[in-house]
């Protein structure tokens, strides 16, 4: 996994609302959009906009039923996301650019 990708991962989750969102469907299991803005205060385009960005990112997983959009947890992304994390914190994944060894040109 590229480290951009845990980035943004953790930038998705850096929102309020999203990390309400979160926190909502680990407890639900599986939510409507509907029931997501009536239990969290928020309108419906703006609940659609923050579970796109959650869906393209990979936390969240949507399925359609007739006009309804439910909602629930990518459990598999998101223990991906977390052993990518916790590799990182072990000092296992790569240096930044700004603190690899820089390659010296050989002389002439």
Not at 27 to 56: D, I, K
Not at 69 to 85: K, N, P
């Amino acid at each position: 996994m590229r480290d951009d990708r845990l980035r943004r991962y953790f930038k998705a989750l850096g929102d309020k609302t999203r990390f309400e969102i979160v926190q909502e469907l680990g407890r639900t299991g599986e939510c409507s959009v509907t029931e997501l803005c009536l239990s969290l205060g928020v309108t419906q385009p703006l609940m659609s906009w923050h579970v796109r960005a959650l869906r393209g990112i990979g936390i969240v997983v949507t399925r359609r039923h007739g006009r309804q959009v439910f909602c629930s947890l990518d459990r598999a992304s998101i223990t991906d996301y977390e052993a990518r994390f916790a590799e990182l914190v072990a000092g296992r994944g790569p240096l930044p650019e700004s603190l690899a060894p820089q390659k010296m040109p050989l002389p002439g």
